[in-house]
T-cell receptor, first 113, second 114 residues
Framework: GDSVTQMEGPVTLSEEAFLTINCTYT??????LFWYVQYPGEGLQLLLK?????DKGSNKGFEATYRKETTSFHLEKGSVQVSDSAVYFC????????????FGAGTRLFVKA | DAGITQSPRHKVTETGTPVTLRCHQT?????MYWYRQDPGHGLRLIHY???????DKGEVSDGYSVSRSKTEDFLLTLESATSSQTSVYFC?????????????FGQGTRLTVV
């Protein structure tokens, strides 16, 4: 079945460092891809998304490009802030009946001042 | 914030007892989902619903049942709670508009089975 694999954490960076969180997926169809973020004590919220190959999703300085040839959707940010400390989840939606979302295991990011 | 309310937010229960978690939405969205979140596993789908009285199993449905008698409410029942069901449970909703439909999440319910 469909699945998502993302790099294990935690990832610890200093403020203003460059961030990459790797994500690859396996899917039989043509999924939509997402990054969700979870701040402490809260539910998940959508960070960005892409619906087809070569689409780039972006929000709050974060970017990810839908790479069908490498089945990847890596999250990047050029300069992280302490407020970016959270858990990041890569996910796909199967775009079929149920529109179920399948999540990766999550990557915890710590940003130090 | 999407209008999703989970109750209770925290619960401690004993092994072998039945437990029901409630998810209530005010968005009139068609699809509702129950996930559990555990370290190292991300979120795993337990059950989902695609309409009133229409439900289906997810990848970790054993030991759980659901009901949806109204559009706005989706109940998750642990028939006989076990320690392996200690987890954080999230309800989510979505309204299919085609590709890229996002899910909106509740605040979560932390369940401890002792």
């Amino acid at each position: 079945g469909d699945s998502v694999t993302q790099m294990e954490g935690p990832v610890t960076l200093s403020e203003e460092a460059f961030l990459t969180i790797n994500c690859t997926y396996t899917a039989t169809g043509y999924p939509s891809l997402f990054w969700y973020v979870q701040y402490p004590g809260e539910g998940l919220q959508l960070l960005l998304k892409a619906t087809k190959a070569d689409d780039k999703g972006s929000n709050k300085g974060f970017e990810a490009t839908y790479r069908k040839e490498t089945t990847s959707f890596h999250l990047e940010k050029g300069s992280v802030q302490v407020s970016d400390s959270a858990v990041y989840f890569c996910a796909l939606s199967d775009n079929t009946g149920g529109f179920k979302t399948i999540f990766g295991a999550g990557t915890r990011l710590f940003v130090k001042a | 914030d999407a209008g999703i309310t989970q109750s209770p937010r925290h619960k401690v229960t004993e092994t072998g007892t039945p437990v029901t978690l409630r998810c209530h939405q005010t968005e009139n969205h068609r699809y509702m989902y129950w996930y559990r979140q555990d370290p190292g596993h991300g979120l795993r789908l337990i059950h989902y619903s695609y309409g009133v009285k229409d439900t289906d199993k997810g990848e970790v449905s054993d030991g759980y049942s659901v009901s949806r008698s109204k559009t706005e409410d989706f109940l998750l029942t642990l028939e006989s709670a076990t320690s392996s069901q200690t987890s954080v449970y999230f309800c989510a909703i979505s309204e299919s508009t085609g590709e890229g439909t996002e899910a909106f999440f509740g605040q979560g319910t932390r369940l401890t089975v002792v």
